[in-house]
């Protein structure tokens, strides 16, 4: 149940960012996005082991520290360079004249965004929620380095049910263990994997 409540606001929140990132990056380009755009991506590559003693005190002076919500704070802001850089790709193919002539007939920031792109996002949006729920949900690292007793996300309460001492070892339990702390990705997998192919290549090829 942890790993639930820290999932689903995580990938919603991560997504929403990446989402507006990336309209604002590739069509509403302004002085110094290339170099916002190139510092964000540098993100995607970093070990998250850098991140590790920063985060811990930012998370100290914030007051989440091995909270529910702490873990969602860092697997939001680990999730945005990715995520950005999903949206900004498939948004670049996007015609530039649906924004101009949105904007000729009055149209905003917003109302572009809300009524244009986002409806034409559905492929990529699709792609980066079952990346985003996959890496979240099986990451083990920041999971057993920020949560505390009663914030332990799937992944850390599997490997400390492996690693108990007991005289015989139950690989019975284990396993039934490791299923169902996979079943979840799993099942996204198999209702939506078709749709997570189609969204890898939609825009890879203009015109």
């Known amino acids: 149940m942890n790993s639930v ?3 689903l606001p995580a990938v919603a929140v991560s997504t929403a960012i990446g989402a507006l990132n990336g309209y604002v990056l ?3 380009k302004f002085r110094g996005s290339e170099l916002m ?7 995607v590559f970093m070990p998250m082991q ?4 920063p985060m811990s005190q930012v998370l100290g002076w914030l007051g989440i520290a091995s909270s529910i919500w702490g873990l969602i704070l860092v697997h939001v802001v680990a999730g945005i360079p990715s995520t950005t850089l999903f949206f ?3 948004y670049v193919g996007l015609p530039d004249e649906l924004i101009k002539a949105a904007m000729l007939d009055g149209a905003g920031f917003w109302q572009i965004f809300r009524r244009i792109v986002l409806p034409l996002s559905t492929p990529i949006l699709v792609v980066t929620l079952i990346w985003q729920f996959t890496n979240i949900w099986n990451d083990f690292l ?3 380095v920020f949560s505390g007793a009663d914030s332990k996300p799937v992944t850390v309460g599997l490997n400390n049910l492996s690693n108990t001492s007991s005289s015989v070892k139950e690989y019975n339990v284990d396993m039934a263990a490791a299923i ?3 079943l979840p990705t799993l099942l996204v997998y198999v209702l939506a994997g078709k749709y997570f192919v189609r969204g890898l290549t939609a825009g890879a090829v203009k015109g």
């Open 88 to 90: 900004r790709n498939y």
């Open 50 to 53: 850098v991140v590790l003693l």
């Open 180 to 182: 169902i702390a996979a």
């Open 142 to 144: 920041y999971g057993v």
């Open 26 to 28: 590739s069509k509403w």
């Open 5 to 7: 409540l820290m999932v």
């Open 37 to 43: 755009f190139a510092l964000l991506l540098f993100g």
